[in-house]
């Protein structure tokens, strides 16, 4: 697609239960990356995917996170037993080979968590 | 580690007056520094970058941003700003042991008075 995409856009969920957040990376884009964004902070990294590499999953908070890539495509984000503290927004961002640095990275809209 | 500091939260200009936005960063090793937008609904957009190429560099909408290495600095300059200017503002870095690891600061808002 011309853009990355992520749904779904908004999301309220109860304490406990599990979600799924999607992003749809840039045709062409091998790396992929997870953001999250609290309210009024910077984005902290959570994880990245370059093409069959066994992914960074150094910034992910804890165990209830996790995060899955078909091949060079669609990713998931999954949070098992969400908690009001993970309510925030999640960036998906894409870019080409490892060349975020010379290329710049494609950030999605983003996908609104909030967990009552 | 590396690190970002944007010395405001929150920046107020007339339109059609300079805008300056601060950022000064700490890194190890050599960086790779960037300026993101992001609009209200919308998702971040790369203003401009540097990477150790000309200290001085020019980004999308008239803005720019000078390295300053002695300074570890990294300011975000336009000399006349426009209402559509009005978002926040992320200076952004990452360096060669972890080029792929963006480090964000805290953001800056700016306000564009009419």
């Known amino acids: 697609g011309a853009g990355v995409s992520q749904s779904p856009s908004n999301k309220v969920t109860e304490k406990g239960k599990d979600v799924e957040l999607r992003c749809d990376p840039i045709s062409g884009h091998t790396a992929l990356y997870w953001y999250r964004q609290r309210l009024g902070q910077g984005l902290e990294f959570l994880i990245y995917?370059?093409?069959?590499?066994?992914?960074?999953k150094s910034g992910l908070p804890s165990d209830r996170f996790s995060a899955e890539r078909t091949g060079e495509s669609v990713s998931t984000l999954t949070i098992q037993r969400t908690q009001q503290e993970d309510s925030a927004v999640y960036l998906c961002a894409s870019s080409l080979s490892t060349g975020g640095q010379v290329y710049g990275y494609t950030f999605g809209s983003g996908t609104r968590l909030t967990v009552v | 580690a590396q690190s970002v500091t944007q010395l405001d939260s929150h920046v107020s200009v007339s339109e059609g007056t300079p805008v300056l936005l601060r950022c000064n960063y700490s890194?190890?090793?050599?960086?790779?520094l960037f300026w993101y937008v992001q609009h209200p609904n919308k998702g971040l957009q790369l203003l401009l970058k540097?990477?150790?190429?000309?200290?001085l560099v020019k980004g999308i909408n008239g803005f720019e941003a000078e390295f300053k290495k002695s300074e570890t600095s990294f300011h975000l300059t336009k000399p006349s700003a426009h209402m559509s200017d009005a978002a926040e503002y992320f200076c952004?870095?990452?360096?060669?042991?972890?080029?792929?690891?963006?480090?964000f600061g805290t953001g800056t808002r700016l306000t564009i008075i009419p």
């Open positions: 952004v870095v990452s360096d060669l042991r972890s080029p792929e690891k963006l480090t």
């Open positions: 540097y990477t150790s190429a000309a200290t």
């Open positions: 890194s190890s090793y050599s960086p790779s």
């Open positions: 995917f370059q093409g069959n590499s066994a992914p960074d």
